[in-house]
């Protein structure tokens, strides 16, 4: 299968630092790249969609301004956790839509990075 | 509202004992439903895919069944290394070029050997 990667795959920063994620499809081009969070126990969350040379799209309630997003090539995407806070900790997941059969594309996750925001 | 139901929360079953998992879904329109399987500390593990009502995927001792309105996963005579959390997933047609997912909450499932 598609093989995505994200960097780091842990972090651990004091509140108010900034925080970059890296979210990498290593075998193939992804136009559209999803970030998700997920708590202890939960299902993924969607945050937004991160779409090649455009303006990525928040779900509702996700902060524009806090969670940045930059899909720069069709390989990478960064996620910019700005100014984190304790209840930004979490476990954020990317995943890369990687061309399916019919037309249908699946998305493939990384192995996620563990935030925690002392 | 797209809305993906996953029962039961838990199941614990013994090595070799077969069972199911169920997915329930409501979505307007579906594009396709996904199986992943999520160990801990990890990002989930494609699957499978399932189209259309009636269609069936096997991979190992996994079988995913669809019907218009929820899908199964068989696991046959499980193993220790089965043991983890599977989520089902649904694309509605809604979602258009974006393709988003819509997550239901996962079962846990432990194999005890």
């Known amino acids: 299968g598609a093989v995505v990667s994200q960097h780091p795959s842990w972090v651990i920063c004091k509140s108010g630092t900034s925080v970059k994620i890296e979210c990498r499809s290593l075998d193939f081009q992804a136009t559209t790249m999803f970030w998700y969070r997920q708590f202890p126990k939960q299902s993924l969350m969607l945050m937004a969609t991160s779409n090649e040379g455009s303006k990525a799209t928040y779900e509702q309630g996700v902060e524009k301004d806090k969670f940045l997003i930059n899909h720069a090539s069709l390989t990478l995407s960064t996620l910019t956790v700005t100014s984190a806070h304790p209840e930004d900790s979490s476990f954020y997941i990317c995943?890369?839509?990687?061309?399916?059969?019919?037309?249908?594309?699946?998305?493939?996750f990384g192995p996620g990075t563990r935030l925690t925001v002392l | 509202e797209d809305q993906v139901t996953q029962s039961p929360e838990a199941l614990r079953l013994q090595e070799g004992e077969s069972s199911s998992l169920n997915c329930s879904y409501t979505?307007?329109?579906?594009?396709?439903l996904f199986w992943y399987r999520q160990d801990p500390g990890k990002g989930p593990e494609f699957l499978f895919t399932?189209?259309?009502a009636g269609e069936e995927k096997e991979k190992e001792r996994l079988k995913a069944t669809l019907t218009k309105k929820e899908s199964f996963l068989h696991i046959t005579a499980p193993k220790p290394e089965d043991s983890a959390t599977y989520l089902c997933?649904?694309?509605?047609?809604?979602?258009?070029?974006?393709?988003?997912?819509?997550f239901g909450s996962g079962t846990q499932l432990t194999v005890l050997p």
């Open positions: 997933a649904v694309q509605p047609i809604s979602s258009g070029s974006a393709r988003q997912l819509t």
């Open positions: 979505v307007s329109g579906l594009r396709g």
């Open positions: 399932l189209y259309s």
């Open positions: 995943s890369a839509v990687a061309g399916g059969s019919g037309g249908y594309n699946e998305q493939f």
